[in-house]
């Protein structure tokens, strides 16, 4: 089923400005791009299979699944057949599916939350 932690997203307010300081720590940018169907610019910054997941909302995007709140925004689960874990989660009453399976930056993904315990988002990451 599930495999490792993927990655943890966290929404900042100045991308640029928190890369630069993950930088001088030692965790380098690995990936950067804007995504338009979200209205964000996300970067992973990282080492080896650890990676922190920045994004900075730039627009507005109906229906996007980023909230304005900064910080911790999700914990990306690496499972092996997304499919059949998507199915899983998306039959039980312990969880609720936030969208469907689509293309991601590094993957298919879906995300869920566990219900009644709405403060952490989860990314399924194949």
Same mark, same amino acid.
């Not at 909230?67 to 009453?93: F, P, Q, R, T, W």
């Given at each position: &089923?599930? =495999?490792? *932690?993927?990655?943890?997203?966290?929404?900042?307010? @100045? *991308?640029?400005?928190?890369?630069?300081?993950?930088?001088?720590?030692? &965790? #380098?940018?690995?990936? !950067?791009?804007?995504? /338009?169907?979200?209205? &964000? /610019? *996300?970067?992973?910054?990282?080492?080896?299979?650890?990676?922190?997941?920045?994004?900075? =909302?730039?627009?507005?995007?109906?229906?996007? #699944?980023?909230? /304005?709140?900064?910080?911790?925004?999700?914990?990306?689960? =690496?499972?092996?057949?997304?499919? =059949?874990?998507?199915? &899983?989660?998306?039959?039980?009453?312990?969880?609720?599916?936030?969208?469907?399976?689509?293309?991601?930056?590094?993957? !298919?993904?879906?995300?869920? !939350?566990?219900? @009644?315990? /709405?403060?952490?988002?989860?990314?399924?990451?194949?």
């Amino acid at each position: &089923m599930i =495999k490792d *932690i993927a990655h943890i997203g966290i929404t900042v307010a @100045n *991308i640029n400005e928190i890369i630069e300081e993950l930088e001088i720590l030692g &965790m #380098p940018c690995t990936s !950067r791009a804007f995504h /338009d169907e979200i209205g &964000m /610019d *996300i970067a992973f910054c990282g080492k080896g299979e650890s990676s922190i997941e920045l994004g900075e =909302k730039k627009s507005k995007v109906e229906n996007s #699944p980023i909230s /304005d709140k900064l910080g911790v925004h999700h914990i990306a689960l =690496k499972v092996e057949d997304i499919e =059949k874990y998507y199915s &899983m989660i998306k039959s039980s009453d312990k969880y609720s599916v936030q969208m469907e399976i689509k293309q991601g930056a590094h993957g !298919r993904v879906f995300f869920f !939350r566990i219900n @009644n315990w /709405d403060e952490i988002l989860f990314e399924c990451v194949e």
